[in-house]
């Protein structure tokens, strides 16, 4: 009975290891201005596939993101942000993207 738990203990602490190490934490810059910025990129990204948790904080204008890492790239999530029309960190939005937002949410718009 004590090599069956023993060894149950070893498959959990396995298992959740792999589980830890496919997940990811960043943190990216962005060129949000305000509170419409905030709900359109956690509500884009809060249901994006791959994606486990987002949020923007408007102090920093930093976007914090927890992510799979075998189901989207660092690279894809910048790449959202730019469609969006948002820069990431130095990885600038094409300027057709940020004419999409409202004026308040481009740069200078405030």
Do not use: W
Not at 38 to 60: C, H, M, P, W
Request: with cysteine.
């Amino acid at each position: 009975m004590k090599k069956v738990i023993s060894l149950l203990g070893v498959v959990f602490c396995l298992s959740f290891n792999v589980s830890a190490q496919k997940k990811k934490e960043v943190v990216i810059h962005t060129s949000s201005q305000c509170g419409d910025c905030k709900e359109r990129i956690e509500e884009s990204f809060n249901y994006q596939k791959g994606i486990v948790f987002a949020e923007l904080d408007l102090e920093t204008d930093n976007l914090t993101v927890k992510f799979k890492k075998d189901k989207i790239s660092l690279e894809e999530i910048k790449n959202m942000l730019n469609e969006l029309g948002y820069d990431a960190d130095d990885q600038k939005a094409k300027l057709e993207q940020v004419k999409t937002l409202p004026l308040c949410c481009q740069p200078g718009g405030m």
